[in-house]
């Protein structure tokens, strides 16, 4: 069985960061790539970041704000979260990506494996 864990989440003020890990279990970590998604209140769930040894890719409304990276010795994988808004609200899912996903086209469709979210809030 695939695990995905999500951790990190909490309260914050508007202009402020966070960073969310995702640990992996029960795969070749090296050999996935991984991504994160979001959904808020009413609304579907959302592309946010992903990563693949050959490159990573982001959503045009966090980028220049959120950072994307693994560590493959530890087998997790992060979000960096910086100069958040209300906006970024929501609860933020980490996900193993389907081998031949482009990641400029990455949708929750191409998702093997979910974790089971971690809630992030921003006040304004």
């Known amino acids: 069985q695939v695990q995905l864990v999500e951790s990190g989440g909490g309260l914050v003020q508007a202009g402020g960061s966070l960073r969310l890990s995702c640990a992996t279990s029960?795969?070749?970590?090296?050999?996935?790539?991984m991504g994160w998604f979001r959904q808020a209140p009413g609304k579907e769930r959302e592309f946010v970041a992903a990563?693949?040894?050959?490159?990573?890719y982001y959503a045009d409304s966090v980028k220049g704000r959120f950072a994307i990276s693994t560590d493959n010795g530890k087998n997790t994988v992060y979000l960096q979260m910086n100069s958040l808004t209300p906006e970024d609200t929501a609860i933020y899912y980490c996900a193993s990506l389907r081998a031949g996903t482009v990641l400029s086209t990455t949708t929750r469709y191409d998702v093997d494996y979910w974790g089971q979210g971690t809630h992030v809030t921003v006040s304004s």
């Open positions: 029960g795969r070749t970590f090296s050999g996935v790539a």
């Open positions: 990563i693949r040894w050959s490159g990573r």
